[in-house]
């Protein structure tokens, strides 16, 4: 679905769903207690970026708008519209995207170090300094550290959000500093509704969607835009003909695996693959079918074989084939 662009954060006014997030975070800064770094927990695209966005707004000095839920701002206010335009002075976002706008594989310890002298300015032009980390679990060990010695020392006026989708990968010390704001998935049908409204999709399409992000409308949405309807219905049609591989038909899906969007549809056809592998020995355990430790090992084959195609560079038609390798094994158990 090319057509299909997915806003990034900082672009979105409204969020569905983390109104009791939203209401902790207000009620502490409407009473002067605001922490000094807020954890915000959760899996991917459940809206924690686009929260920490919409805290800003307000903390920046944005004019309020209750039409947008209980942290919106109006759009078109000034610190609105430098924050969009990431242009804000008393703004200031780690990420993975680099300064080409390139996906980076982590958020290296330079960046990292920005933040303390960040935070050692007095606000240009708003009420508080404000940080955001999307996310903490891309911070390598030494931007972490560096992360560290700036929650030991709290800025004054200064506000840090970090996003986690795994907080667990955190350093403990970080954890304790912070003041954890939990997001939990919009549901099933609820976000099944988020992907209809947003993506040129069916009723029948959008529930899978929804299904395949675990109802997180954000990931639902990416997924909408990457083309996981595509490498889902590719999965499925790869199992139904096991213990026959059709090598056709996996040629044709290995070209996709090409050129810049080529490591985004692999991982996705591994992801799908995977998905229906456990749910496919979930429902022989249940039955009492055959044999479930070929299918266990291949599911493990699908979750590892990524990896090292990522670490080692490995060609990712070989590592299809070696996949479908395990998986007729399996069937043949």
């Not at 933040?115 to 404000?130: D, N, Q």
């Not at 959008?206 to 990457?226: K, V």
Request: proline fraction near 7%; hydrophobic fraction near 45%.
């Amino acid at each position: 679905m090319a057509d299909l662009e997915v806003p990034h954060p900082r672009d979105v006014h409204l969020l569905q769903g983390q109104e009791a997030a939203e209401e902790a975070f207000e009620a502490a800064r409407a009473r002067g207690r605001l922490h000094h770094a807020w954890l915000l927990t959760g899996p991917e695209g459940v809206g924690k970026a686009t929260f920490a966005y919409r805290a800003a707004r307000r903390l920046l000095g944005a004019a309020p708008d209750r039409h947008n839920g209980i942290l919106g701002a109006d759009v078109e206010h000034p610190v609105s519209r430098q924050v969009s335009a990431r242009s804000h002075p008393d703004l200031m976002v780690l990420e993975r995207e680099g300064p080409d706008g390139k996906p980076r594989k982590v958020i290296p310890v330079d960046d990292a170090r920005k933040l303390a002298e960040f935070f050692s300015k007095s606000p240009a032009s708003a009420p508080h300094r404000v940080a955001i980390i999307d996310a903490a679990d891309d911070l390598n060990v030494n931007a972490a550290n560096a992360i560290l010695k700036t929650l030991e020392e709290p800025p004054p006026r200064g506000v840090l959000l970090m996003v986690s989708h795994s907080p667990g990968r955190l350093l403990p010390t970080i954890r304790s500093r912070c003041r954890r704001l939990a997001f939990k998935p919009l549901g099933i049908e609820a976000t099944a509704d988020f992907v209809s409204a947003r993506a040129d999709v069916n009723a029948e399409e959008a529930l899978r969607l929804a299904t395949m992000a675990d109802g997180a409308p954000g990931q639902a949405l990416s997924l909408a835009a990457s083309g996981a309807l595509a490498m889902d219905d590719a999965a499925r049609d790869l199992l139904s003909e096991l213990p026959r591989i059709d090598e056709t038909r996996a040629l044709s899906i290995a070209e996709k695996f090409r050129g810049g969007e080529g490591p985004t549809q692999f991982n996705l056809l591994f992801d799908r693959l995977a998905d229906r592998v456990h749910r496919l020995a979930t429902d022989r355990a249940g039955q009492g079918i055959g044999r479930l430790d070929p299918w266990a090992e291949a599911w493990e084959t699908l979750q590892r074989l990524p990896r090292e195609v990522e670490g080692l560079n490995l060609d990712r038609a070989d590592a299809l084939f070696t996949a479908l390798t395990e998986l007729r094994r399996a069937a043949q158990a």
